[in-house]
């Protein structure tokens, strides 16, 4: 998440970011060879979620980077109220359940 938040904002990512993304992708590539059936087919089977997980992860910040702007369309969101009861006023169709009845 930390590569994503960069590329959204022009960087590339931190090298420890990067690092532990490889070194993780790594280990569960050979955790998943190392269990699996001693066949080929068996090992190529037991590959490929780390593979497929690290392709998607590629797909997905290409996207990013394509982005005019390099941001992803955020949008603003309005500021949570600290009174929940003025929330469940302000949205008469939500049914309002005492707070002794959920426990």
Known sequence: MSILLANRYGSRGGVLARTLLVVGSLASLGANVAIAEPSLIG???????????????????????????GRAGAQELPAP???????????????????????
């Open 43 to 69: 090992r190529i089977v037991a590959a490929w979620p780390s593979l497929a997980l690290i392709g998607s992860y590629e797909l997905l910040m290409s996207q990013v980077r394509r982005l005019p702007g």
């Open 81 to 103: 109220n600290p009174d929940p009861a003025a929330d469940a006023e302000a949205d008469p169709d939500v049914p309002r359940v005492p707070w002794s009845r959920l426990g």
